[in-house]
């Protein structure tokens, strides 16, 4: 029986912090299945005005050993919705797993799902995201941060190398560097090894 991914869409999510990690998951359909989910089903735009089918809504879904929140300008409103961050939970919370890429950590930790938790985000609007939470321990290098059923990503592209530490991590390494070959992709394999770690200033605003 195949187990459950599901990725959630919002109005100005992050592309690539979505099918990056779709991409890796896709090449084990066998294993796994990937559903979209939003607030209700129907086209959600990206940050890149792509829009995506959404074939489930936040309530009806339910059932999924994985989740992935995304990051992107969306988040930047959905922080302060108590009402979204209220279908959040009850969405993420029956999951096994709970991942999030770039800014999606932020909507994690308004939504209360990494207290006690250590977790990353976006280094460019690290600290944006690391204001939310109230015991979070944000870690400000690290390309991504696996603490029991959370695993939180920096940004972006780095959403690809935490997916192919995942997939190692309940397949076994030698299924990850399959599904890597495929695709022709090298990632980080350190998730301490960040060189995108302030290399600005945390402060700068950013697109995501």
């Known amino acids: 029986m195949s187990r459950q991914v599901g990725v959630l869409l919002f109005d100005g999510f992050e592309l690539l912090d979505v099918f990056g990690p779709v ?123 696996h603490d029991r059923d959370r695993w939180t990503s920096s940004g972006v592209a780095a959403g690809m190398d935490m997916t192919a530490a995942l997939i190692a991590h309940l397949e076994g390494k030698e299924t990850a560097e399959r599904v890597l070959r495929e695709v022709e992709l090298e990632v980080q394999t350190d998730p301490d090894r960040d060189p995108f770690a302030f290399t600005d200033d945390p402060a700068t605003p950013s697109s995501y």
């Open 23 to 145: 991409e890796l998951w896709s090449r084990l359909s066998d294993r796994y299945e990937v559903t979209f989910c939003a607030v209700e089903p129907g086209p959600v735009r990206s940050s890149q005005g792509a829009a995506v089918m959404a074939t489930e809504d936040m309530d009806a879904s339910a059932g999924h050993d994985i989740v992935l929140i995304p990051g992107g300008m969306g988040t930047r409103s959905l922080v302060d919705d108590r009402s979204f961050l209220t279908r959040l939970r009850g969405w993420a919370t029956p999951a096994s797993i709970i991942s999030s890429v770039c800014t999606g950590s932020a909507l994690l930790a308004a939504a209360g799902l990494l207290e006690g938790y250590r977790a990353t985000s976006n280094k460019m609007a690290y600290a944006w995201a690391s204001s939310h939470g109230r015991d979070v321990r944000w870690e400000p290098r690290a390309r991504w941060v």
